[in-house]
């Protein structure tokens, strides 16, 4: 029903950007990685998916139309909802999954909280053929975020409107998560800067 929304960044929180379309404000629930790439005040396209219930309407945002086709994939199979689908794609991202599904990676898909070891499995019987390969190769897919992930970090809680200091802060706190990882998750690390800041607050 709704493609996509585009218009100006009016507010930020840490699982949901709100954009002004029109003179009505969107809240779109939208994945750490997302959130990363938006800046309050700054134009953004995102697409969207809209989940309808009976009592409510929630509309997902997406960086590209590929995590949106991925979320919307997952939830083809038994007992994946929204939410769940969300969570993958905030631990994972789309080329990192098809890596995980391409392989039979069980560990990978147990990362994701709300996931089990059977759920996993029945996931990767489920899913297997359906994600396709991978889009870019698993180097040049990791090696960005690995080189950058303090200022990716930085700016993300800058334009979440934390302070310098405090961001500074927060990226100094998830150090060491990020430099135990061969590739640091951008997502994950923004979720543990979050609860380290809402800790001191």
């Known amino acids: 029903m709704i493609a996509f929304v585009s218009g100006p960044v009016a507010a930020l929180a840490p699982d949901t950007a709100v954009v002004e379309v029109g003179g009505v404000g969107m809240a779109l629930q939208c994945t750490p990685n997302t959130l990363a790439g938006l800046r309050i005040g700054q134009q953004a396209k995102l697409a969207t998916s809209l989940v309808v219930r ?20 997952l939830q083809t199979a038994n007992g994946v909802g929204p939410r769940l689908a969300q969570a993958v794609l905030s631990v994972h991202t789309p080329d990192a999954l098809r890596r995980a599904f391409a392989s039979g990676d069980e560990k990978a898909l147990t990362a994701v909280p709300g996931i089990g070891k059977k759920g996993a499995q029945k996931l990767l019987i489920e899913l297997k053929d359906r994600l396709g390969a991978p889009v870019g190769s ?14 990716q970090l930085h700016a993300a809680l800058i334009g979440l409107g934390y302070a310098t200091r405090e961001a500074d802060e927060a990226v100094a706190a998830v150090a060491p998560q990020a430099e135990a990882a061969e590739n640091p998750n951008i997502g994950a690390l923004l979720k543990a800067a979050l609860q380290t800041l809402n800790r001191a607050r």
């Open 54 to 73: 009976e009592d409510s309407l929630t509309l997902y945002g997406f960086a590209d139309d590929d995590e949106k086709q991925v979320f919307e994939l």
């Open 138 to 151: 698993a180097p040049a897919v990791g090696a960005p975020v690995t080189a950058g992930w303090r200022d």
